[in-house]
């Protein structure tokens, strides 16, 4: 099955390039959706096939820039992008990418790059799922006890508090409809590209959640904003990286591939979800993650390739049934209209 397998030059191994068409146009998908390049899935996937963590790291960042480009025009056109907000972010992503490139050099070098970088993941996803669902359990809690907002009953509402925050300049950010001060959303970017860089995220898997619960943009501003900011961040840390000669040109193509396509049903399903339908999908995902990288670790290659690349698929089906149904509703809504 020779065919089944295509020669990546720069990492010098073979690999299986159906799992790299499936991850791009799963996760093309999922990142659309979710606001995020998807990264925390690919990443960890392209490891599990077989690439060296630094290049699946490096590769990972030039997929991300590329698919995140296509989904934020898409978001654009709802009206879903921030773009003040974004802006602002940008430097300091930029700052703590660079910070985290330069500690995956140095663990290289020692020869422990691969487990700490999988630990690093594990506890990360653990907590971030941790907080998804407790935010959705809270969320549901206040509903029943009638504890209900001028945006619904919600979960967690750190948001409320550091808004508050009176250190200037303060600024307002109309598409997102608050106001904050600069530092909040400085200091956010910078913590989220530290580990942008190490884990070779675009940020999205943490900064999408943190502007949620700690800046307090709308779900689906929030998508559409994290994406443009991945998009950035992406398009920095595929330099740093190509600098450093980890980036597998050949494979970023054949994902973007299906990334393009995948990015545009990603994107339209956000018209129909509700905010915490888009929050529990992504727990889901990001336990399951987690789950495969532990696996892997200890040495279960084949189980954690089949639960990443299945929970990808699953999730997908997931978007686009979501998609469909949703069309298929507004398009049977206007007939009736005009009859």
Not at 33 to 45: D, K, L
Not at 145 to 157: K, L, M, R, S
Not at 196 to 221: D, E, N, Q
Request: glycine letters at 14%.
């Amino acid at each position: 099955m020779e065919w089944l397998t295509m020669y990546m030059p720069i990492a010098g191994i073979h690999i299986f390039w159906p799992g790299l068409v499936l991850i791009g146009f799963s996760v093309g998908t999922i990142g659309g959706f979710f606001g995020m390049g998807g990264a925390w899935m690919v990443t960890p996937g392209l490891n599990i096939l077989g690439f060296p963590m630094a290049f699946a790291i490096g590769t990972d960042m030039a997929h991300i820039a590329g698919k995140s480009m296509i989904s934020t025009f898409r978001h654009s056109k709802f009206g879903n992008v921030d773009y003040k907000l974004g802006l602002i972010m940008v430097l300091g992503t930029m700052l703590g990418i660079e910070v985290g490139a330069q500690l995956v050099m140095y663990l290289e070098k020692l020869g422990s790059v691969e487990s700490v970088v999988r630990y690093a993941y594990v506890v990360l996803l653990a907590l971030i799922a941790t907080l998804v669902f407790y935010d959705y359990y809270k969320a549901t809690q206040n509903k029943k006890a009638g504890d209900v907002g001028e945006h619904g009953a919600e979960g967690i509402t750190w948001y409320k508090t550091l808004q508050k925050l009176n250190l200037p300049p303060m600024i307002h950010f109309k598409t997102s409809g608050f106001t904050c001060s600069l530092w909040l959303p400085m200091g956010i970017s910078f913590l989220t590209g530290i580990l942008a860089g190490f884990l070779g995220i675009g940020g999205g898997l943490i900064r999408m959640p943190a502007l949620v619960y700690l800046i307090g943009c709308p779900t689906h501003v929030a998508v559409g904003t994290d994406l443009f900011e991945v998009m950035i961040s992406g398009l920095y840390g595929a330099f740093t990286y190509s600098l450093k000669g980890r980036i597998e040109i050949i494979a970023v193509l054949v994902m973007l591939t299906g990334a393009a396509i995948g990015a545009q049903i990603g994107t339209i399903a956000t018209k129909y979800a509700k905010g915490y339908g888009i929050r529990i999908a992504f727990g889901i995902a990001v336990l399951c993650c987690m789950l495969s990288i532990i696996l892997k670790q200890f040495g279960y290659k084949d189980m954690a390739a089949v639960l990443i690349l299945g929970t990808i698929g699953i999730i997908c089906l997931y978007i686009i049934k979501i998609m469909a149904v949703g069309a298929f509703e507004e398009l049977r809504d206007k007939k009736a209209a005009n009859a």
